[in-house]
């Protein structure tokens, strides 16, 4: 079957829906389990009787989750090559049924270390996941379709992400063994929806496996810093993951201190800040007019800049020690303009990322694409490291995350300027004429 063909309406057709429904479902399952794992921690004793506290045992989950990206990034976009993509992408799937069957276990038996170990896995399993998802998609869709695949992949994510952890916060209370068997299905119904992906031949099925981690990552990296547009892109796309990491990560504390909010408030922020995502996302594949328009990278750096700035300025010097509901929120006078604020952070942030996506793609030779996406995860996670390390340090300095959230938002401009000083079409054709 030629994946090449039937072009009209490609989001329902086989090219698009199984692939698309496998990531929606892998990123879906990973936030329910990680959520409903940390909640249990910090609010339902998982683990009390274990020798680490619940602060550290978070922090722990938190490193074990984003380790594998440094690990085994090298070695997915190796295995992408070697072997039929599809085929693959079954196989991944059936580690994370095993995964989640482990985990289920583990919530029976309430057992923190077990549960930690599997969130470890859960993220090498995403590892192999991610340069096989956005490699593939060229082998899909053509050269029109394909900014609008990328939107929708990004916008899934982000909608599976929220999804993912409002039920995983809702399931923490509830029997542990169910929340075993509510992630074991939907790593099962995964799986099914990957059967249904076209096969891809491998592009190089004579490479060698290189076991040597270090070596391996080494290799990578200098491979994708020869590649000035793969790389240009590179920095671009996990310039955005940081941004991303430094909002979600404090916006719990945020909604508290500068909102005045509970649970209630940050889930509200957050959807808000996941449905702008989404939205900015496909609006902006369908601003592209089915064409790579590099320029909107610039537009939507510039609205999260002035959105960010907005934010800081609508909540600065506002400091609460009591905690209310949405409806006490929403009667306060600034509460409209910062949740239309949050909202245009997700939406430029879209506007931001697809580009980029694509360019990697098309920027990157058949046999090289899927080693760039996994050198592109292994950089994300440098600056989703960074993130925490500069918002740990600022926090610990100043105690404000307002400081914080001025200092993104103006560090867009000087990531702006690096990205046109290595690529000029940045500044040209904004609006794609």
């Known amino acids: 079957m030629s994946v090449k063909k039937d072009y009209l309406s490609f989001q329902t057709s086989r090219r698009f829906a199984p692939l698309f429904a496998t990531q ?16 249990m921690i910090s609010f339902y004793g998982l683990g009390q009787n274990d020798m680490l506290p619940p602060s550290q045992m978070l922090n722990l989950g938190a490193l074990l989750f984003i380790l594998p990206y440094f690990l085994f990034s090298a070695l997915s976009g190796q295995l992408s090559n070697k072997f039929d993509k599809a085929v693959l992408a079954r196989w991944i799937k059936v580690l994370e049924i095993a995964v989640m069957a482990a985990a289920a276990f583990g919530f029976y038996i ?27 998609l060229p082998d899909y869709l053509n050269d029109k379709e394909l900014m609008m695949g990328n939107s929708l992949i990004e916008s899934g994510t982000f909608l599976a992400i929220l999804f993912g952890q409002i039920l995983g916060t809702a399931v923490a209370g509830i029997p542990p063994h ?36 270090a070596k391996g990552t080494a290799a990578l990296m200098r491979e994708a810093v020869a590649e000035k547009p793969v790389f240009t892109a590179i920095i671009g796309i996990s310039w955005f993951w940081f941004v991303g990491s430094v909002y979600t990560t404090q916006l719990p504390t945020f909604t508290q201190i500068h909102l005045g909010g509970n649970d209630n408030v940050f889930n509200l922020m ?53 905690l209310n509901g949405i409806m006490w929120f929403l009667s ?4 409209y303009p910062v949740m239309l604020v949050m909202l245009l952070i997700g939406f430029f942030g879209g506007f931001f990322s697809v580009p980029l996506y694509t360019w990697l793609q098309t920027a990157s030779s058949e046999t090289f694409r899927a080693h760039a996406v996994a050198a592109n995860n292994i950089v994300n996670g440098v600056f989703m490291v960074c993130a925490a390390v500069l918002s740990a340090v ?30 000029p079409r940045f500044v040209r054709n904004i609006l794609g004429r």
């Open 24 to 39: 929606f479902l892998g990123a879906f399952n990973d936030n329910v389990f990680k959520t409903a794992l940390f909640v």
């Open 332 to 335: 306060q006078g600034n509460a």
């Open 270 to 322: 957050l959807a808000l800040f996941s449905i702008g995502i989404a939205a900015g996302s496909v609006l902006c594949a369908k601003f592209s007019r089915e064409r790579l328009v590099l320029g909107l990278v610039t537009f939507g750096t510039m609205g999260l800049t002035v959105c960010g700035l907005l934010l800081v300025w609508l909540t600065h010097g506002q400091r609460f020690h009591e």
């Open 178 to 213: 169910i929340v075993g068997m509510i992630v074991l299905a939907v790593a099962a119904a995964g799986t099914l929806a990957s059967l249904f992906m076209p096969s891809v031949p491998a592009k190089v099925s004579q490479i060698k496996i290189e076991a040597n981690i």
């Open 110 to 136: 309430q057992s923190a270390p077990l549960l930690l170990f599997c969130l470890f896995c859960m993220g090498t399993q995403s590892t192999l996941f991610g340069p096989l998802k956005y490699a593939v």
């Open 394 to 423: 600022l926090l610990m300095l100043f105690d404000s995350i307002t400081l914080l959230y001025l200092i993104v938002a103006l560090g867009n401009v000087p990531l702006m300027w690096y990205l046109i000083k290595r690529e």
